[in-house]
Each structure stands twice: as C-alpha cells, then as structure tokens.
Nanobody, 126 residues
Framework: QLAESGGGLVQPGGSLRLSCTAS????????IHWFRQAPGKEREGVSC????????WYKDSVKGRFTVSRDDGRNTVYLEMNNLNAEDTAVYYC?????????????????????WGRGTLVTVSS
C-alpha cells in the first residue's frame, strides 16, 4: 500500500510537504513517482526519484520549487513544494516504479509504474 499525506489548503507563495509512505513492501527497492491531476485535466508526472542512485527528475514547471527526497529507513518519500501557485492545485498521487524515472531515459513519466496511492488534495488559493 502507498499512502499520501500532507495535502491541504495553502495560500499562493506558500509551502507544503507531501509524504508517501509504503507498507507491505520496501520502498528502497523501487523508484517512487509523483503525479498530479487537476480538475478537467489529464494526469501529469511531477517528479520522480530512483532507488539505486537517488537520481531525480522534475517537470519543468516545478523545477526550482519542488524537491523530492527519500528516507528509506522510514519507507517514505517526500515532496517538498515551495512557492506554490494556483496552477499547482490538483490531487497528488505517489506511485511505485521499477527503479528508473522514465523521463531520465526519454521514456514516458509513468514508465515502469505498477502501483498507485489514492492521492491527496492540494489546493492553492487565497
């Protein structure tokens, strides 16, 4: 199971930290991916962290604002989100992958993803 937490309502320019905690498997053996889906829009990959080398990938629009990190001892991956704006409003999902971040290999952002969490809502509004 993957469980996201940390979503909520935040003002523009604010920050949130999302957590993705795995149970029933060891997250250290997998890449962990973050996706989001805004109302009326398609799902998009936001960030990813590989397992063997902890290389990371970010969608262009979040580079410099979002940071993904992993604490394998806690079986948890974090997504630190700063300087949030209205366009970041979405349901954020974490997902388990096979080890690699697809975009780092010029592959789709859901490459190797086989298990999804249920999502946490992030709303950026004044």
């Amino acid at each position: 199971q993957l469980a996201e937490s940390g979503g909520g309502l935040v003002q523009p320019g604010g920050s949130l930290r999302l957590s993705c905690t795995a149970s029933g498997f060891t997250s250290a053996y997998y890449s962990i991916h973050w996706f989001r889906q805004a109302p009326g829009k398609e799902r998009e990959g936001v960030s990813c962290i590989q397992n063997m080398d902890s290389k990371t990938w970010y969608k262009d629009s979040v580079k410099g604002r979002f940071t993904v990190s992993r604490d394998d001892g806690r079986n948890t991956v974090y997504l630190e989100m700063n300087n949030l704006n209205a366009e970041d409003t979405a349901v954020y999902y974490c997902a388990r992958g096979g080890g690699h971040c697809g975009p780092l290999l010029d592959l789709p952002d859901d490459y190797g993803v086989d298990y999804w969490g249920r999502g946490t809502l992030v709303t950026v509004s004044s």
